[in-house]
């Protein structure tokens, strides 16, 4: 836990300069606008440890797969977001010196990401090697309302003494990726061009063809007098520069705005690119940077009036929330039904970029209950798209009907190489089938179901038909060689989590079938022959759901998370000594393989999905016995365990359980904020704070509240969208209110007591007797 963000409501701030931290506050105060993301890296050239990070969403590279030890059914290609080309640089001399903090005497250094609107800024007086003193302001913004534009001011002022600042502003494409295999590069250059105050750099990957535009047009004042000097004008191959010579005086700043528009053959016609980046910032630089930040503030306060979380009485919790908002906001906008969330978003190259279960598991809520539900659908529309490679992937593996959705993708298809999770890790089938399970629940969509959904939970179900097997011995049906969200556990039979998820894929597509052909026959027999239904295969599933096998102790009344779970030897993991900790970091994974600690939540993370179908003395049971065995080594778990936590009135451990996920990355609790963000945990922590404490869930078309309060809190409010209608939850200590901004009633349920809110009314209810306040 390294601490140094400073606790504050709205900004994440970092006061001093700290080096050895710089890769770390890169991530930590990363933008982005869903279209494209920039990692908090210097303006100026930085010759410290940085990592440098421009993406543009979906934006990917099919990096060559190499294993030493090759896999049948492995994809042949590593699929990653790259890094585009450097928009942000400009390059400062004073003096002839160039201006490199590496090299400087750094004070009153002061890095601050607002949340409110999005704008990074950074201040601080350099001393630079031969003794001149510098004052530098920066500020930038990757544009909400104009989402290819990306905008900059940059501000230098001499302290000691007039001094000759030159300023180069660049676009540099020859960049790579720290992760790519064997340093290889990954883009060539198309086009460069350049007059004075413009210039343009299209470049291609050397796979895939991807092409991407980047144009930049900038000013430069002098004591607020627009400089009117020619640059001079420098290029090479994937790069364009334009020098600006100022002379200024003592105290007097010399400020450059530099606009950009990034634009991809992605959404255009590769020869059209360079005209479209032109106008596009040609028009931005027509608004100018003021303008630009108008609206940026604009386009963040919407996103802030649906989704805020107001916190009373315990600032880095307060941070923490809103930074999670923040981030998920940055990340997916669903403007585009081909992009989808990586783990780490738009702030680092791990995990490629990629799309894993997180989205349907974990993010899914976070934009269904704060964004219109057309958002939510784009989600669920990207896997309908995918759904022929899914189908492809299982013919892969050897699987002849159904679909097997990928562990890791860009494009729907396989893009990820370890056999214990690429063929193994087959429950995120299941989440996905529980997402539109879920969204349909929440939004009462029919109509997508109909169209899309249906079709995609059938060759979910056909998929698990085909996986289980008929076990003799048992009298049930398995399912062999899986690993569980437990990914601390491989090739087990018979994960709990994974069976049941199976089963409750078949019996809900069956429900869904069956109300279908009652509702609308004639769509069925479309749909019917267009997938070549066979009626025998409904009976399948029926056998199959009621004859599965499940491991359990009878004893003690427990699900196990596999078979032969309870030989091992169970041991909290309070004992385990904090030094050893994380286990992937200290152990063998042997090791790991052979003890009972969980990574993240397995059997409970069943327990969170059915929750309604479990009674509140099972879930204890459940919760006694797997959370005390459980590491939290993944981001995703402390949050579905807090949420279970709150449930069960486990006050305290909810408490813990929901800090420890909300400030991972602002405290860098895990060691690995450097690598970039934890993007999708953060939807994670958005759940425990509504789910968990706030006990919001849909059922039956009705809003339902269980609201508690962390005993260290005030109070606090959230707002969830519901079917358009925008609710307003209070909980204070003494109690609950709930204001319907809608015009409609919404019918709602509060601590199991139904009620109908009048559009426009306010609901209170008293936390001690859990009734109505009048
Ligand atoms: C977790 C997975 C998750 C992945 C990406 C892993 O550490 O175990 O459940 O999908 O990270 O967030």
Not at 524 to 541: G, N, Y
Request: net charge negative; proline share 3%.
């Amino acid at each position: 836990m390294k601490g140094y963000i400073k606790h504050d409501e709205w900004r994440i701030s970092e006061e001093g300069f700290h080096p050895d931290l710089q890769e770390v506050s890169e991530s930590v105060f990363s933008i982005g606008n869903g279209y494209m993301g920039q990692r908090a890296n210097f303006e100026e050239r930085y010759s410290g440890q940085s990592l440098q990070g421009s993406y543009f969403a979906g934006v990917y590279y099919p990096d060559k797969t190499r294993v030493g030890w090759w896999k049948n059914g492995y994809p042949a290609t590593f699929a990653k977001v790259i890094n585009s080309t450097n928009w942000i640089g400009i390059d400062v001399t004073v003096n002839g010196t160039a201006l490199d903090l590496a090299t400087c005497h750094v004070r009153e250094f002061r890095r601050v990401l607002d949340l409110r609107d999005g704008v990074l800024t950074r201040t601080l007086i350099a001393t630079l090697p031969d003794g001149i003193k510098i004052a530098v302001e920066t500020r930038r913004f990757v544009s909400m309302a104009r989402p290819q534009i990306g905008a900059l001011r940059y501000r230098v002022t001499p302290l000691a003494g007039d001094a000759t600042i030159t300023l180069t502003p660049y676009l540099d494409g020859d960049v790579s990726n720290r992760n790519s295999n064997h340093g290889e590069k990954f883009w060539d250059e198309v086009e460069r061009f350049q007059q004075p105050h413009y210039a343009l750099l299209t470049v291609k990957t050397n796979q895939l063809d991807v092409h991407v535009a980047t144009a930049m047009t900038y000013q430069i004042a002098s004591d607020h007098q627009l400089v009117d000097t020619a640059p001079t004008m420098a290029e090479r191959d994937k790069y364009v520069a334009q020098t600006v010579t100022v002379k200024a005086c003592k105290g007097a700043a010399v400020t450059i705005d530099k606009l950009v528009a990034g634009v991809t053959s992605r959404d255009h016609a590769p020869g059209t690119l360079a005209m479209t980046a032109h106008d596009l910032v040609c028009a931005a630089n027509a608004a100018g940077f003021d303008e630009l930040l108008a609206e940026q503030r604009a386009a963040w306060a919407a996103k802030w009036r649906d989704g805020d979380i107001v916190i009373e009485g315990d600032t880095a919790a307060q941070q923490g929330i809103r930074y999670a908002i923040f981030q998920l906001n940055q990340t997916y906008t669903g403007q585009d039904e081909r992009l989808n969330i990586g783990p780490k978003g738009f702030t680092g190259e791990k995990y490629g970029g990629g799309t894993y279960w997180d989205t349907e598991a974990y993010c899914l809520p976070f934009y269904l209950a704060t964004a219109p539900s057309a958002i939510a659908r784009q989600l669920l529309l990207y896997r309908y798209r995918h759904l022929q490679k899914a189908k492809d992937n299982a013919r892969q593996l050897g699987i002849s009907r159904g679909a097997l959705y990928p562990m890791v993708t860009m494009n729907g298809e396989e893009c990820h190489n370890e056999w214990e999770i690429t063929f193994e890790e087959i429950h995120r089938n299941a989440a996905i089938a529980y997402a539109i399970y879920k969204y349909v629940n929440d939004t009462g969509d029919q109509e997508y179901l109909d169209d899309y959904g249906l079709e995609v939970l059938i060759e979910l179900s056909r998929f698990w038909a085909e996986r289980v097997n008929y076990s003799e011995a048992k009298k049930g049906f398995v399912i062999l060689g899986v690993t569980g969200p437990n990914e601390y556990e491989n090739n087990v039979n018979n994960n709990w989590y994974t069976n049941r998820m199976a089963a409750w894929t078949l019996d809900y597509t069956l429900r869904v079938i069956a109300e279908l052909q009652a509702r609308a026959p004639e769509r069925w027999s479309a749909l019917s022959t267009r997938i070549l239904w066979d009626e025998r295969e409904a009976e399948r599933w029926r056998q199959i759901s009621a004859g599965m096998y499940y491991p359990i102790d009878e004893e003690r009344r427990l699900f196990l998370q596999q078979d032969g779970f309870l030989d091992k030897e169970i041991i909290p993991a309070s004992q385990l000594p904090p030094e050893e900790l994380p286990l992937h970091q200290h152990w063998s994974w042997d090791r790991i393989l052979r003890s009972c600690f969980i990574k993240q939540a397995d059997v409970l993370q069943g327990l969170f999905f059915l929750g309604d179908q479990y009674d509140l003395d099972t879930k204890r049971r459940h919760f006694d016995f797997y959370e005390p065995l459980t590491v939290h080594e993944s981001s995703l778990s402390p949050c579905v365990h807090s949420i279970l936590a709150c449930e069960l009135g486990y006050g305290d451990k909810a408490y813990e359980l929901y800090l420890r996920t909300a400030r991972l990355d602002l405290d860098d609790y895990n060691n690995d904020t450097k690598d970039g963000c934890h993007i999708t945990s953060m939807a994670g922590t958005w759940m425990a704070l509504v789910y968990g404490f706030g006990g919001y869930r849909v059922r039956s078309g009705r809003v339902c509240l269980n609201p508690s309060l962390p005993t260290r809190w005030q109070s606090y409010a959230f707002k969830v969208l519901f079917r358009g209608a925008r609710l307003c939850v209070t909980v204070r200590k003494n109690g609950v209110s709930i204001s319907n901004e809608a015009e409609r009633e919404i019918p709602i349920c509060v601590y199991d007591r139904n009620y109908t809110l009048a559009g426009g009314s306010v609901l209170t209810i008293d936390l001690e007797t859990g009734k109505e306040r009048t």
